[in-house]
């Protein structure tokens, strides 16, 4: 086992991003943050606008992407999206076991080829005949035992006798090619590494593959990133994926008859078909290299992009933390716009009647936006639903959960606790602000409001700090220039609340713990 090293390009990456040293490191603030402005439909629809694909957390792959065209090699990767894990290696030749969940037809059927054999957990083998009478071997259930048929010309099958005990797991393999060719329920031939056992669950079969981990994960690596992209970001990903599978073969019961899926739900494998050599290559790269927390496999999430902000992985996942990221929009702009007209939202939350607004009423506190959404409240003329943000993400097919409503009218908050009145006329204005920290920033906002009269009037106004009050004054004032001008001007006053208090800027936020360090966070 040894500790990641941060060597000078790493270093020199993260000094671009990082936080005041006066304060504390770019993270999450910890802090739920204030509600959104309440968002009433403009023209009969609202418009979502976000960042990112996937949960957020761990690795970024357009990130590690980012990351090796900068010049990081996969260790430096891991060690970003992953950090305080150590690296430690796997025992050659270990095996997993995957299901190969489309062969759901309750039987095992394979191709016709020489070398094919049919071996049972007690080591008794047959070697499968070829030639014209045989087109296909099949496995299936009866009862507790398997049967073994091959189908002839015409399109029978046949029962063959075997002295293998059909009580007994069975495998197909070949030790000639190492390669089974599954015939799949639609048709299709797949073609796998290793072995296919025929598992029994409940009443059914289930056709499970064993399979070394390197040969799996040549069917994995590029079914997860396009075997196109850099050779350190492919390492980067054979890495946090053999460590995923390890740790969840590694969860499983003893009494499991396999230890993944091969879909999304767990990570997509695809067999031969899906091996190229640059992914090999990578796989042999980082032969065998896991990712471990104090001695243990980590559970080494990733996803497609993180919008710019990792999510937290929570208290139980150190290792998965929040924090800016500097590399995943450096290969692509990872943001996204998505209209949702007011029938659409209608017909998904018929409760609510005619709809009236939406609003985003609780974020995580980390990154973009002030966060990725928690909760929001959706109000119409017959009542208000409150949803969380994953659920409105799985609803309307959104990409993340990092995301703002915008496109409509502001109007009332739905918070009736906060709740604000309406305001009754329309303005756009400039505002340029001058904090104390010697640093300008100017900020250009735009608000529409539901009215009964309309006006539009252009203000320039002069802020200081003096809106910050308390540990969120000191903080400020203690930014170096730059910093300050980063994070732009105050957007309010200071919010108190049971954990501490925090203000927030036109580019981030402040938040001071009751009795801790002041973190400052920009995004």
Not at 355 to 361: E, H, N, S, W
Not at 498 to 509: E, L
């Given at each position: 086992?040894?500790?990641?090293?941060?060597?000078?390009?790493?270093?020199r990456?993260?000094?671009?991003?990082?936080?005041a040293?006066?304060?504390?490191?770019?993270v999450g603030?910890?802090?739920?943050a204030q509600a959104?402005?309440?968002?009433?439909?403009?023209s009969?629809?609202v418009?979502?606008?976000?960042?990112?694909?996937?949960?957020?957390?761990?690795m970024?792959q357009?990130?590690?992407?980012?990351?090796?065209t900068k010049?990081l090699d996969y260790?430096e990767i891991?060690?970003?999206?992953?950090?305080?894990?150590?690296l430690?290696?796997?025992?050659?030749?270990?095996?997993?076991?995957?299901?190969?969940s489309?062969?759901?037809?309750n039987?095992?059927?394979?191709?016709?080829?020489?070398?094919?054999?049919?071996?049972d957990?007690?080591?008794?083998?047959?070697?499968?005949?070829?030639?014209?009478k045989?087109?296909?071997?099949?496995?299936?259930?009866?009862?507790?035992?398997?049967v073994?048929?091959?189908?002839?010309?015409s399109?029978?099958?046949?029962t063959?006798?075997?002295?293998?005990?059909?009580?007994?797991?069975?495998?197909?393999?070949?030790?000639?090619?190492?390669?089974?060719?599954?015939a799949?329920?639609?048709?299709?031939t797949?073609t796998?590494?290793?072995?296919l056992g025929?598992?029994f669950?409940?009443?059914?079969?289930?056709?499970?593959?064993y399979?070394?981990?390197e040969n799996?994960?040549?069917?994995?690596?590029?079914a997860?990133?396009?075997?196109?992209?850099s050779?350190?970001?492919?390492?980067?990903?054979?890495?946090?994926?053999?460590?995923?599978?390890?740790?969840l073969?590694?969860?499983?019961?003893s009494?499991?008859?396999?230890?993944?899926?091969?879909?999304?739900?767990c990570?997509?494998?695809?067999?031969?078909?899906?091996?190229?050599?640059s992914?090999?290559k990578?796989?042999a790269?980082?032969?065998?290299?896991?990712?471990?927390?104090?001695?243990?496999?980590?559970?080494?999430m990733?996803s497609?992009?993180?919008?710019?902000?990792?999510a937290?992985?929570?208290?139980?996942?150190?290792y998965?933390?929040?924090?800016?990221?500097?590399y995943?929009?450096?290969?692509r702009?990872?943001?996204?716009?998505?209209t949702?007209s007011?029938?659409?939202?209608q017909?998904a939350?018929p409760?609510i009647?005619t709809?009236?607004?939406v609003?985003?009423?609780?974020?995580?506190?980390?990154?973009?936006?002030?966060?990725?959404v928690?909760?929001?409240?959706?109000?119409?003329?017959?009542?208000?639903?409150?949803?969380?943000?994953?659920?409105?993400?799985?609803?309307?097919?959104?990409k993340?959960?990092?995301?703002?409503?915008?496109?409509?009218t502001?109007?009332t908050?739905l918070?009736?606790?906060?709740?604000?009145?309406?305001a009754?006329?329309?303005s756009?204005a400039?505002?340029?602000?001058?904090?104390t920290?010697?640093?300008?920033?100017?900020?250009?906002?735009?608000?529409?409001?539901?009215?009964?009269?309309?006006?539009?009037?252009?203000a320039?106004s002069?802020a200081?700090?003096t809106?910050?009050?308390?540990s969120v004054?000191?903080?400020?004032?203690a930014?170096g220039s730059t910093?300050?001008?980063?994070?732009?001007?105050?957007r309010?006053?200071v919010?108190?609340t049971?954990?501490?208090?925090?203000?927030d800027?036109?580019?981030?936020?402040i938040?001071?713990p009751?009795?801790?360090s002041?973190?400052?966070?920009?995004?």
């Amino acid at each position: 086992m040894f500790t990641h090293a941060a060597p000078g390009t790493f270093l020199r990456a993260l000094a671009v991003t990082a936080a005041a040293a006066l304060v504390l490191p770019l993270v999450g603030a910890g802090v739920p943050a204030q509600a959104d402005t309440a968002v009433a439909p403009k023209s009969g629809s609202v418009t979502v606008q976000g960042a990112g694909w996937g949960h957020g957390k761990g690795m970024s792959q357009w990130g590690a992407y980012g990351a090796a065209t900068k010049g990081l090699d996969y260790t430096e990767i891991i060690a970003f999206y992953y950090p305080g894990t150590t690296l430690d290696s796997l025992p050659d030749g270990n095996t997993i076991r995957v299901w190969i969940s489309a062969d759901n037809d309750n039987g095992v059927h394979v191709r016709v080829a020489k070398g094919l054999t049919l071996t049972d957990s007690a080591g008794t083998k047959l070697t499968l005949p070829t030639g014209t009478k045989y087109t296909k071997w099949r496995v299936r259930r009866s009862g507790s035992s398997r049967v073994l048929s091959y189908r002839n010309a015409s399109g029978t099958y046949v029962t063959y006798a075997t002295k293998l005990d059909p009580t007994r797991v069975w495998y197909f393999s070949n030790p000639t090619t190492d390669t089974v060719r599954l015939a799949m329920p639609d048709g299709s031939t797949r073609t796998y590494r290793g072995k296919l056992g025929v598992r029994f669950s409940g009443t059914g079969v289930r056709t499970v593959n064993y399979v070394s981990m390197e040969n799996y994960l040549r069917g994995v690596v590029p079914a997860e990133m396009p075997a196109s992209w850099s050779a350190e970001a492919l390492k980067a990903q054979a890495v946090a994926a053999r460590t995923y599978a390890a740790k969840l073969r590694d969860s499983v019961a003893s009494s499991a008859i396999y230890d993944l899926c091969d879909t999304s739900a767990c990570q997509v494998y695809k067999g031969v078909a899906a091996e190229y050599a640059s992914t090999d290559k990578a796989i042999a790269g980082s032969a065998n290299k896991v990712v471990e927390y104090k001695g243990k496999l980590a559970l080494t999430m990733f996803s497609s992009s993180n919008g710019g902000w990792s999510a937290s992985g929570g208290s139980g996942y150190p290792y998965l933390a929040a924090q800016k990221d500097p590399y995943d929009g450096v290969k692509r702009d990872q943001s996204w716009s998505v209209t949702l007209s007011s029938t659409k939202i209608q017909k998904a939350y018929p409760s609510i009647g005619t709809l009236k607004a939406v609003q985003v009423t609780g974020r995580d506190g980390d990154g973009t936006y002030g966060g990725r959404v928690e909760e929001l409240k959706i109000a119409g003329s017959k009542g208000t639903v409150t949803v969380t943000g994953a659920s409105f993400k799985s609803k309307f097919g959104l990409k993340e959960r990092l995301f703002k409503v915008v496109g409509g009218t502001t109007t009332t908050n739905l918070i009736t606790s906060t709740a604000t009145a309406t305001a009754t006329a329309s303005s756009t204005a400039t505002a340029t602000a001058t904090a104390t920290a010697t640093a300008t920033s100017t900020a250009t906002a735009t608000s529409t409001a539901t009215a009964t009269a309309t006006s539009t009037a252009t203000a320039t106004s002069t802020a200081t700090s003096t809106a910050l009050s308390g540990s969120v004054l000191s903080a400020y004032k203690a930014l170096g220039s730059t910093d300050a001008g980063t994070l732009g001007a105050p957007r309010g006053g200071v919010v108190t609340t049971s954990s501490g208090t925090y203000a927030d800027f036109a580019m981030g936020r402040i938040t001071c713990p009751t009795g801790g360090s002041c973190l400052v966070s920009f995004g």
